[in-house]
T-cell receptor, first 112, second 118 residues
Framework: GEDVEQSLFLSVREGDSSVINCTYTDSSSTYLYWYKQEPGAGLQLLTYIFSNMDMKQDQRLTVLLNKKDKHLSLRIADTQTGDSAIYFCAEKGSGGYNKLIFGAGTRLAVHP | DAGVIQSPRHEVTEMGQEVTLRCKPISGHNSLFWYRQTMMRGLELLIYFNNNVPIDDSGMPEDRFSAKMPNASFSTLKIQPSEPRDSAVYFC????????????????FGPGTRLTVL
């Protein structure tokens, strides 16, 4: 079945890089996503990567995709306190609809 | 656009009462999703609709839960009777149906309804 796994917690010092990892099971996923949830709010799409790409960079964010190992990572450079949030990895579900399969979320804590 | 609108934002009720959560998707979106988020279980997909038709309700926990989408601009999630274990944050999200192979089909989430059942 479809499943997405990620570690639950990550603590980093302000200014350091954060790396959040995720593994997924559906090798046919066309898109993989990172969503961010700030306290008291809904999820917002942070970035996504198409499955024929290995890497995508967007300002401080770098997404790496290893299709062979079904591993996705999100690197945040120069992590700031405003980056403290829960980060969800997601893959597009199978079938013709845009159902997403979400991981449990990684809670990122940034400390001075 | 105002984004996905959910009401109420907070609901406190007593066990056994009926609870109705409401969602207005983004205009023009034809897919709508209901999720539940708890500390124990994380984010769970309850049901989703495409063009107002329920596609997959396998995530609905029990018969006490029901969802409707009478038109493209409104959906409800009803719990009757409610129980303390239903306490959670309920999210509604909407998106456009993908054109296969060409769309990354972003889901837009509402702010959620925090439900507390005493």
């Amino acid at each position: 079945g479809e499943d997405v796994e990620q570690s639950l917690f990550l603590s980093v010092r302000e200014g350091d890089s954060s790396v959040i990892n995720c593994t997924y099971t559906d090798s046919s996923s066309t898109y993989l996503y990172w969503y961010k949830q700030e306290p008291g709010a809904g999820l917002q799409l942070l970035t996504y990567i198409f499955s024929n790409m290995d890497m995508k960079q967007d300002q401080r964010l770098t997404v790496l995709l290893n299709k062979k190992d079904k591993h996705l990572s999100l690197r945040i450079a120069d992590t700031q306190t405003g980056d403290s949030a829960i980060y969800f990895c997601a893959e597009k579900g199978s079938g013709g609809y845009n159902k997403l399969i979400f991981g449990a979320g990684t809670r990122l804590a940034v400390h001075p | 656009d105002a984004g996905v609108i959910q009401s109420p934002r907070h609901e406190v009720t007593e066990m056994g009462q009926e609870v109705t959560l409401r969602c207005k998707p983004i205009s023009g979106h034809n897919s709508l999703f209901w999720y539940r988020q708890t500390m124990m279980r994380g984010l769970e997909l309850l049901i989703y609709f495409n063009n107002n038709v329920p596609i997959d309700d396998s995530g609905m926990p029990e018969d006490r839960f029901s969802a409707k989408m009478p038109n493209a601009s409104f959906s409800t999630l009803k719990i009757q009777p409610s129980e303390p274990r239903d306490s959670a944050v309920y999210f509604c999200a909407s998106s456009l149906s993908p054109q296969e192979g060409s769309s990354y089909n972003e889901q837009f989430f509402g702010p959620g309804t925090r439900l507390t059942v005493l």
